[in-house]
C-alpha cells in the first residue's frame, strides 16, 4: 500500500526551539506538499516542492522553512517555534503531470508549542 | 485559480443520496473540478474530477453543468462512514506543478 509517512503523531515543543517535521513518501512522487489546519481556518498551504532541492512558497510561509534533498523527504522546519504555530500540520504527495488527482496524504502531526 | 461556494454544512439520511453541490462561476476553459473529502482525524482523500463531462467511480457521481459554473458531487447511498468534510476544488488539468488549495468545504452528517 502506497504511504506517505509522517514521522510523530504528536509533538510538545518549547517556544523557540527548533523544531523538525519529516515526512517520506514511497510513491516516486516529485511533488511534495506541507499543509496546516486548524479549527475555522481549513487547510493551509505552507510550502512544496515540485523536485529536488526546488521549493515554493504557500499561502503561509512565514516562520517557517523547507528542505528537499532526495526525492522521497520533505522536512518542514520551524526556526523557533511559537504558540501560534501550535497546529495539525499534512503533508501530502503527488506525480508530475497530474493536476490535483491523487494527492496522498500522511495521517497528520499534531504539534503543541508550550 | 477559480474561487469556490460552497454550503458550510449539510445532513443526509443514511441510505439515502447526498448531493453536495459547489460554484465556480469564475473557472477556466483548462481547469477540472475536484473533490476530496477529509474524515475527522485523517487527510483528505481524493474522491473524483471532472472537465466537463459527467463522471462516476466506484465512489461517487458528479454532475458539471453546461457553462461549467456549478457541479454536483452525488453520493448515491450515503453511509455513516460518509461523513466528512467536502471540498470542491478547481484546478488546471494535467499541470506539473499543479497545488491543491483548499477552500472551507461542506461538512456532511449522515445521520442514522
Known amino acids: 500500500d502506497v504511504k506517505v509517512t509522517q514521522s510523530s503523531r504528536y509533538l510538545v515543543k518549547r517556544t523557540g526551539e527548533k523544531v523538525f517535521l519529516e515526512c517520506v513518501q514511497d510513491?516516486?512522487?516529485?511533488?511534495m506538499f506541507w499543509y496546516r489546519q486548524d479549527p475555522g481556518l481549513g487547510l493551509r498551504l505552507i510550502y512544496f516542492s515540485y523536485d529536488v532541492k526546488m521549493k515554493e512558497k504557500g499561502d503561509i510561509p512565514e516562520g517557517y522553512s523547507v528542505s528537499r534533498e532526495k526525492k522521497e523527504r520533505f522536512s518542514l522546519i520551524l526556526e523557533s517555534a511559537s504558540t501560534n504555530q501550535t497546529s495539525m500540520y499534512l503533508c501530502?504527495?503527488?506525480?508530475?503531470?497530474?493536476?490535483?488527482?491523487?494527492?496522498?496524504f500522511g495521517s497528520g502531526t499534531r504539534l503543541t508549542v508550550v | 485559480d477559480a474561487k469556490t461556494t460552497q454550503p458550510t454544512s449539510m445532513d443526509c439520511a443514511e441510505g439515502r443520496a447526498a448531493n453536495l453541490p459547489c460554484n465556480h462561476s469564475?473557472?477556466?476553459?483548462?481547469?477540472?473540478v475536484y473533490w476530496y473529502r477529509q474524515i475527522h482525524s485523517q487527510g483528505p482523500q481524493y474522491i473524483i474530477h471532472g472537465l466537463k463531462n459527467n463522471e462516476t467511480n466506484e465512489m461517487a457521481s458528479l454532475i458539471i453543468t453546461e457553462d461549467r459554473k456549478s457541479s454536483t458531487l452525488i453520493l448515491p447511498h450515503a453511509t455513516l462512514r460518509d461523513t466528512a468534510v467536502y471540498y470542491c476544488i478547481p484546478i488546471i488539468g494535467f499541470s506539473n506543478t499543479g497545488k491543491l488549495i483548499f477552500g472551507q468545504g461542506t461538512t456532511l452528517q449522515v445521520k442514522p
Open positions: 510513491m516516486d512522487h516529485e511533488n
Open positions: 501530502a504527495s503527488s506525480l508530475a503531470g497530474t493536476g490535483g488527482y491523487g494527492y496522498t
Open positions: 469564475t473557472i477556466s476553459g483548462n481547469e477540472y
